[in-house]
Nanobody
Framework: QVQLVEFGGGLVQSGGSLRLSCVAS????????MSWYRQAPGKEREFVAA????????NYGDSVKGRFTISRDNNKNTVYLQMNSLESEDTAVYYC????????WGQGTQVTVSS
């Protein structure tokens, strides 16, 4: 079955960096675009970044443009999110996602940015 497992979250000071990873299994990873979303307490889930199946095309939410970079390694069935210049507003649970006939989500990884 489809599994998406995120890791790499943690506590970081404002201005710091983190790299999230999402390891996928149960489907042909190299055929699908992948995305990252986040959800802060009391807020709706928000789009962060997406990457096409080959890794050639990416797009980002306005709030993270220029600070976050999404990438993937199809040999490792892994998608990454490099987060730089972190701000307290980036504090959220970060989720890996892909869409086939339905949306699939990982369990999420907590990122907390202290000011």
């Amino acid at each position: 079955q489809v599994q998406l497992v995120e890791f790499g979250g943690g506590l970081v000071q404002s201005g710091g960096s983190l790299r999230l990873s999402c390891v996928a299994s149960g489907f042909t990873f190299s055929k699908y675009a992948m995305s990252w979303y986040r959800q802060a307490p009391g807020k709706e889930r928000e789009f962060v970044a997406a990457i096409d199946n080959s890794g050639d095309t990416t797009n980002y939410g306005d709030s993270v443009k220029g600070r976050f970079t999404i990438s993937r390694d199809n040999n490792k069935n892994t998608v990454y999110l490099q987060m730089n210049s972190l701000e307290s507003e980036d504090t959220a649970v970060y989720y890996c996602n892909f869409r086939e006939t339905q949306n699939y989500w990982g369990q999420g990884t907590q990122v907390t940015v202290s000011s």
